[in-house]
């Protein structure tokens, strides 16, 4: 009966839910992030731009074929997480990158 003791924090609802009811879902409630093309995306994949960007903030340009490497997913499957340049915490829409 040692099982029915054990929690474990679901981030994805922000609540502690039995550890048996967790591995039950499994992969099963994993995010699936795709790109324009309709690829998955995955950590550390890199992606060529689709489309001139402008970079909020800054005066920088984004121009169309730029090869980002190292992506990140993020909580939201239409957005990815990465780093150009030096311009940290940039965030794309996957609607405008392509897996290489």
């Known amino acids: 009966m040692a099982g ?4 474990v924090y679901d981030e994805a609802t922000g609540e502690w839910r039995p550890a048996g009811d967790v591995a039950a879902v499994g ?3 994993a995010i699936v992030v795709r790109d324009a093309a309709g690829s998955t995306l995955a950590d550390g ?3 060529t ?3 001139d960007l402008k970079v909020k903030g800054t005066s920088t340009t984004l121009k169309q074929g730029t090869v980002i490497r190292s992506i990140r997913l993020t909580d939201d499957p239409d957005e990815i997480d990465c780093r150009l340049d030096g311009i940290k915490g940039l965030v794309l829409r996957t609607e405008f990158v392509r897996k290489r």
């Open 4 to 7: 029915d003791d054990e929690y």
């Open 27 to 29: 992969d099963a409630g």
């Open 45 to 47: 994949d890199s992606v």
């Open 49 to 51: 731009l689709i489309k």
